[in-house]
């Protein structure tokens, strides 16, 4: 249940991204998804070293669910930045 509410949270980063790209224009919304995947990329990180640290996971048990929870947000940010950078 964790892993399927922080790959949420990280769609819904991303959509919060995209909000803010939209209504103040500070960036486009295509350079909005690319900054998404390593910022993404350090949030994922962060819950593996939690994992790691405090649930007692070794970081091999780890590293799936790592790249589950980084790899779905991050590819639709950047099927997102496929679609809006023309």
Do not use: K
Not at 29 to 44: D, E, G, R, S
Not at 56 to 77: D, H, K
Request: glycine share 6%; hydrophobic share 65%.
């Amino acid at each position: 249940m964790h892993t399927i509410l922080v790959i949420a949270g990280g769609v819904v980063l991303l959509l919060c991204g995209q909000l803010l790209a939209r209504f103040t224009g500070i960036t486009s919304q295509a350079q909005a998804a690319l900054y998404f995947v390593p910022l993404w990329l350090l949030i994922a990180a962060s819950n593996m070293w939690a994992g790691v640290q405090s649930a007692g996971y070794s970081v091999m048990a780890e590293l799936p669910i790592f790249l589950l929870v980084f790899t779905v947000p991050a590819l639709l940010a950047l099927a997102l930045w496929r679609q809006l950078r023309y």
